[in-house]
């Protein structure tokens, strides 16, 4: 048998309360990442963002917006949809969100960047109308299965779109 539902869905600001919701997005390491973007939202530096099914208000996909790291622009990043429900436009909604509150904080560009070997991800951003300006290398911690801490090195395409269309 198949078929199709259809799934109502809000978006909110992720809260603190919402983190044991969110062990599908990473490791223990991320989610004290998402942590530590939750409390610079409260100092106004940030804004984090979830999808939530209507009725539960749980989460089904996150994302974060940084307003400091590029000038004049919000830097979408840390975008995650819960793996079984990729696909079916979370994402897109989600990154819709977060344009909404850039030009709502008076700012009408955002970026994000993707790393080189996530064609799929950058497919996305293509269609929703981002292009590449720049390529830059890039590094974070990740927790191994072992609980073990490594740095992880990348290099991610940089992707701009212009708000005021
Ligand atoms: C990238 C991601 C946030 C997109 O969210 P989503 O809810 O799957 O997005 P949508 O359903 O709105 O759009 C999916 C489209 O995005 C692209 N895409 C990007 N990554 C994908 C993935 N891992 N699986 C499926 N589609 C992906 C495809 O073009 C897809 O189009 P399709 O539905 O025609 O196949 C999500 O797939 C995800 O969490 N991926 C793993 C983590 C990741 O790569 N994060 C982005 C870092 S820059």
Not at 33 to 51: H, K, P, Q, T
Not at 112 to 131: F, H, K, M, S, T
Not at 134 to 161: F, H, L, N
Request: proline share 5%.
């Amino acid at each position: 048998m198949s078929g199709e539902v259809k799934l109502p869905i809000h978006v909110r600001d992720l809260k603190h309360a919402d983190l044991p919701h969110i062990a599908w997005s990473g490791s223990a390491l991320h989610l004290l990442v998402v942590e530590n973007e939750l409390d610079r939202a409260s100092a106004g530096m940030a804004d984090y963002l979830a999808v939530c099914a209507a009725k539960s208000d749980l989460p089904l996909a996150i994302g974060g917006i940084d307003y400091e790291l590029a000038p004049g622009a919000g830097s979408i990043h840390q975008l995650a949809t819960m793996p079984a429900l990729q696909s079916c436009g979370l994402g897109t909604a989600l990154i819709e969100a977060a344009e909404d509150r850039i030009r709502r904080r008076g700012l009408f560009r955002a970026e994000l960047g993707v790393e080189q070997e996530n064609p799929r991800a950058r497919a996305l951003y293509e269609r929703l109308g981002y292009a590449v300006f720049d390529v830059r290398p890039d590094s974070w911690d990740e927790e191994a299965p072992d609980g073990t801490i490594q740095r992880y090195e990348t290099v991610c395409a940089i992707m701009a779109k212009d708000l005021r269309g």
